[in-house]
Structures are given as C-alpha cells and as structure tokens.
C-alpha cells in the first residue's frame, strides 16, 4: 500500500511536469518547417527536483550520526562527513542510451555535441581573444543534465553503501527523454512511458525504501514557467554558460578581467522580439536600445541562432554596464547567467526572472546585484531604461558589478573531467549542498513526527 502511494506521488512528479510543458510544446508543433530550432524555442528551466514526497509513511529511520561510521581514512572522513552522495545506478535507457539515439537523426545534431567532454561541448576556438585562455566550450543549455551527471561522477564524496549517503542522486536525463518525444510528436502514453518506466524502476530498489524516495533527486530541463513557493520539492539551478574553469587560477583570472574589461556601453540587450506575444515588451525594449547611443543591439529577429554565437553574445555583455533580461518564451533566461558570467549587472522586469527562482544560487537581496524596473511601466510608456540606468550613481554601480563579479565561481559548472577547484565553490557544489541540507532537515523533521 504504501509503496502504490510512493509511486503515485512518484509518477506524478515525473509525468506531471511531462504534462506542463504538453501545451507550450502544442503550440510550437505549428512551426514543424523549422523543427531544429524548436529546442532553442522551447521555454527551459533548469531545476533540481527532489523527490521528498509529501505523504507520510515511516522511513526505515536512516540517521545522519550513521556517517561516522566504516569509512576508511580519517581524513575524507572528515572532509566527507555528512556529505556523502549515493548515485542510483541506472540502465543505460533512462541516460546513456538517449544519446547515442542522436547520431542518426539529423535533426538532433546540434544536440550531439552532448556527448563531447562529459556534456560541455567542442571547445570554443579563441580567434577573437573574448574568451580566457581554458575552460570555454560552446555548450547547449540542454546538456545540463549530462554535465551534473559528468560532475557526480568525480564528487569526491561518492558511497557505494546508500546507507551512508545523505542523499541519493538518480541520473535521469529526464529533460532529453521529453524533449525528443515532442520531437517525434509522440501522444502522450508514448511521451511519458520512459518516466514512468523509470519510476516502476526505482521505487522497487531497496534504496528508494529506505526512506520512501524523500532522499532522492535529479536534474531536469523543463518547459515550465518558474518555481513558486508552491512547489517545494523542485528549485531551479543555473543554465549552464560557456565557461567551465577547472582551477580557482582559472577563475580569478577572469574574474579580475571583468572587473577591469573597458565597458563603453551602458546597457545591451542580445535577444528577439516576440511579436506573437501582446504582452511583450521586448519590441519596446529595442526601440528604446535603437533610439540611445549609449545602448548596443544584438537583434537575433529572424534567426534566434544567430545570438547563439559564444563570441558575439560574451563580447556584447562584456563591454556593456547593464544588460537587459526581460522575459522570452519564459520567465527565466541562459542569457542572463552568460551576462553575469560577463560581469554585466542584470537588468530584470520581473522578479520570477531571477530573485523568486533562484534561491541557492544568487543573494537574497537582489539589489545588491541587479536592477528591477517594473515590466507594468515600460509596457505603459512611462519609463526609459536609459534615464533609469543613468539616475544610478556610480559607486552604486561598481557596488554591483563587483557583486557579480564575485557571484561568478557560483554561477558556472567547473569542467567535470578534470576538477580542480579547492577553495572556490561552483554551482554544482552550491546545488549539491543545498539538497543534502535538505534531506537533513526532511530526516529531522521525520523523526521528530
Ligand atoms: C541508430 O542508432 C542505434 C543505436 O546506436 C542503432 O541500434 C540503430 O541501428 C541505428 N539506426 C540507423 C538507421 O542507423
Ligand atoms: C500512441 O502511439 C503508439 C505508437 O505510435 C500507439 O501504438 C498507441 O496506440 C497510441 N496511443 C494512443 C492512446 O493513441
Ligand atoms: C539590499 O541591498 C541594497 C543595496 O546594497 C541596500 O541598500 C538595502 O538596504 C538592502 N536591503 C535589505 C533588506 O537588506
């Protein structure tokens, strides 16, 4: 009984998200003549769902103190303690094998690159000198879900004893699995039969019974809009960007040529209009960027390909002040970490573009950091962002970039194959210690009740 109710809640974690992003797809399947662009257009959010269900059931009380116990050299002991991660070993199908899937349909050869470098992508060719010297690919958003899956395998904190973990990770590249169903227009029953497939898999593994899957996450592209407080067990991470330092020298490398790169715009904005969208205001956002000559466009109109460009769009954000992120097809935008990345100080219109989402990665308090001008105003003419930006002082401003500049180890995924970073925490490290605070919390609060 109590396992059916597991997998109920567990199917409904994965196969309802499958059915939010059902709509968005639909309305997208009209643009069929240009099927290898419809990934770029899908609006994405990265996030970490954690599978801590809410029905109560008693766990077989797996305990934090357990830690301390039959590991054998004191010193990762001590590094170690409470940070173990148990990695739910999966068949090849719910991961590796939809890869190998993309070598033979052309429409998915952009998405092969998946495969190269533990997900990063090819490396990026420096010939115009934007980037630093390592750690540049050109890397799909969507390879996030192979990156965390590269990086978990290095964690240095690894048990093949889940009961020692304090968190169990299950490699699904759930993102991957729905998006080339939508490809294939398949119906629903076809679209959702990985997942489900993978929850009959896992809630019969004595792991899962442990503690009823409270203990268990994984990494998901969705088409969803954002993550509000009504959904505690999923919480976005960062897109990934182009960069993937694999030192601390690496980083404050180019954190210090941020910090000093000469910045002759005030403000830009790399993006396309959405004339379908009445709601827009990104038409008048390049009108206002077209009418200042303190403001660069990079119009992607046409051909949304055309700004994923690695050089073109860091070059753009890194001799620009402020960057503009007002929301696309979603909320939540990769621009707007490649800016950050950049040290441009973002510009939001809403706060679900970044303070209501990202709440393990950025600061609480997102003035130190960004600039809010409300979305209602510029939408009803009663704003230019160029009298907004130019009203701030300057002290201010540098108070800001130097936030995001030092916000930036935070904010890239290091290259999984080759980690050396000791002092610096990246967001997998963020993320990574975030869920396992939260299976503490979940133990806690499970054993009190
Ligand atoms: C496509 O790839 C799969 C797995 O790699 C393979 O089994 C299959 O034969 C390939 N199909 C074609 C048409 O090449
Ligand atoms: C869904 O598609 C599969 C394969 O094309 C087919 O066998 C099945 O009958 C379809 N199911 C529904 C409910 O249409
Ligand atoms: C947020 O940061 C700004 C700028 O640093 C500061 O002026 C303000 O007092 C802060 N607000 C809170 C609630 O801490």
Not at 86 to 97: A, G, K, M, S
Request: charged share 25%; proline share 6%.
């Amino acid at each position: 009984m109590e396992r059916a109710n597991a997998k109920n809640a567990a199917r409904a974690a994965v196969s309802g998200e499958a059915a939010a992003a059902a709509a968005t797809a639909a309305a997208f399947s009209l643009l069929s003549h240009r099927r290898p662009l419809w990934y770029l257009l899908l609006p994405l959010l990265a996030v970490i769902t954690l599978w801590l269900l809410l029905f109560s059931s008693r766990p077989a009380s797996p305990s934090v103190t357990l830690l301390t116990a039959s590991v054998a050299s004191p010193s990762p002991l001590r590094r170690c303690s409470g940070r173990y991660i148990y990695v739910q070993e999966l068949p090849p199908r719910f991961n590796r094998d939809m890869i190998p899937d993309c070598w033979n349909l052309s429409i998915w050869t952009d998405l092969c690159q998946f495969s190269i470098n533990g997900g990063l992508g090819p490396f990026l060719s420096n010939s115009a000198a934007v980037f630093s010297g390592a750690g540049w690919h050109v890397t799909d958003q969507f390879s996030l879900e192979v990156i965390f899956h590269s990086r978990m395998k290095n964690y240095p904190c690894l048990t093949s004893d889940s009961s020692l973990a304090s968190a169990v990770y299950v490699p699904f590249y759930a993102g991957i699995d729905f998006t080339r169903h939508i490809w294939a227009g398949d119906n629903i029953t076809v679209r959702d039969s990985t997942a489900l497939d993978l929850v009959d898999w896992l809630t019969s593994r004595p792991e899962w019974a442990a503690m009823g899957g409270r203990d268990h996450f994984f990494i998901c592209l969705l088409a969803k809009m954002y993550m509000g407080m009504s959904e505690p067990n999923d919480v976005s991470v960062p897109y990934p960007t182009y960069f993937h330092p694999s030192e601390d020298g690496e980083v404050m490398e180019w954190q210090e040529r941020m910090r000093l790169a000469a910045r002759p715009w005030l403000f830009s904005f790399a993006g396309a209009p959405r004339p379908n969208m009445a709601d827009s205001i990104r038409g008048e956002l390049m009108e206002q960027c077209r009418g200042s000559r303190r403001c660069k466009l990079l119009d992607c109109g046409g051909d949304e390909r055309r700004c994923y460009s690695p050089e073109k769009v860091m070059a753009l954000f890194g001799s620009s002040v402020f960057c503009l992120q007002p929301k696309g097809d979603s909320y939540t935008r990769r621009s707007a970490f490649d800016a950050m990345v950049a040290g441009c100080v973002p510009v939001f219109f809403l706060p679900e573009t970044a303070y209501w989402q990202y709440r393990w990665h950025l600061p609480e308090n997102g003035s130190r950091y960004s600039v809010l001008v409300a979305e209602e105003e510029v939408k009803k003419g009663a704003v230019r962002v160029e009298e907004v930006l130019m009203r701030l002082g300057e002290e201010e401003v540098r108070g800001m970039r130097e936030e995001v500049v030092r916000m930036i180890p935070g904010l890239v995924y290091g290259n999984p194959m080759n980690n050396k970073m000791e002092k610096m925490k990246d967001a997998f490290d963020l993320a990574v210690e975030r869920v396992i605070k939260r299976v503490q919390r979940r133990k806690r609060e499970l054993r009190r009740s």
